[in-house]
């Protein structure tokens, strides 16, 4: 029996993004294996390398056949990879949102001069930038107005995040308990994650952190916070993240780096706006928090930091 495929292929960037979450939840009507959905969000969240590589270049690139990708064009209703691949050429044509991926591109590319240790600063600070633009370019408007609503209104929230991860949730929630109450890592009390979850109620916020290679656990927690009537944000790396399917708004933040794990750099960066957003969203209640803050801190004689 003949595989289901899209009666009409998207034609934008956003379209085909919209979709690959769609085939992640198993509402777009029609399912990928594990691998073939894995390459489409790859392909999806970095259109300046799509639309630029030939298709035996991205083959290598995600360790697979040139034909894997004919075969994922044509799942998808194109007529083959180019037309397929015409969608990613047209988004970042003239279009100033990948201008500097195409700039740091370039200088990842170049040759080092001296080979000094300062350079190792320089180009780690480059790729950084290219992963800060690469989120930028995948910002959706409505989803981050959401998420700052949800996290000012919530009676509580929870933040969950393992190995170096552990350290942006800490960051998350000291910068978030600055401007409202009851926030606190997950696992915070040390009575377990699960205990945690438990004392939790419908309304509150969840908020899970992973990128590649992601922590089974970390995941699960996005899927039983869900079941329990928590809304769910997800920080991570790719649509085709086990954090997804559960979240009510999830963020894609790359972390391609020169770095020997995961770089970290364009998520602190999108968390620190992230926490603008919410400031702002509470306005002089946060406003109010701060200054309470600071007058406390001011009578028991403790330096801010």
């Not at 259109?47 to 690139?61: F, G, N, W, Y």
């Not at 995040?161 to 949730?169: E, I, T």
């Not at 926490?275 to 001011?298: T, Y």
């Amino acid at each position: 029996m003949p595989e289901e495929v899209v009666a009409e292929p998207p034609r934008t960037i956003e379209d085909l993004r919209a979709l690959a979450l769609s085939v992640g939840r198993d509402e777009a009507g029609f399912s990928l294996g594990s691998k073939a959905h894995d390459v489409f969000a790859k392909l999806v969240e970095a259109p300046e390398q799509s639309a630029v590589r030939t298709i035996s270049e991205l083959a290598d690139q995600f360790g697979i056949n040139p034909s894997t990708l004919t075969r994922l064009a044509k799942r998808l209703g194109f007529e083959g990879f180019s037309d397929f691949q015409a969608v990613f050429r047209k988004a970042i044509a003239d279009d100033q949102q990948y201008f500097y991926s195409r700039q740091a591109g370039r200088l990842m590319t170049t040759p080092s001069a001296g080979g000094t240790e300062v350079e190792v600063f320089e180009r780690l600070a480059r790729e950084t930038a290219a992963n800060v633009d690469g989120f930028l370019g995948q910002l959706d408007s409505a989803s981050l107005k959401g998420t700052a609503s949800l996290l000012a209104s919530a009676r509580r929230v929870r933040i969950h995040g393992v190995r170096q991860f552990h350290s942006l949730a800490s960051f998350l929630t000291y910068g978030l308990g600055m401007v409202r109450s009851d926030v606190a890592l997950l696992d915070a009390p040390r009575l377990g994650v699960a205990e945690a979850l438990s004392q939790l109620e419908p309304g509150d916020v969840v908020i899970t952190a992973s990128c590649a290679p992601y922590t089974r656990s970390v995941a699960e927690v996005g899927r039983v916070a869900a079941a329990n009537g928590q809304a769910v944000i997800a920080i991570t790396d790719s649509r085709s993240s086990p954090l997804v399917p559960p979240a009510e708004h999830a963020f894609f933040i790359p972390h391609a780096s020169s770095f020997y794990s995961n770089s970290m750099g364009a998520y602190v960066v999108f968390c620190e706006a992230l926490l603008n957003l919410v400031a702002r969203e509470l306005g002089d209640k946060a406003l109010n928090s701060l200054a309470g803050r600071e007058r406390l801190i001011a009578e028991m004689n403790i330096e801010v930091g």
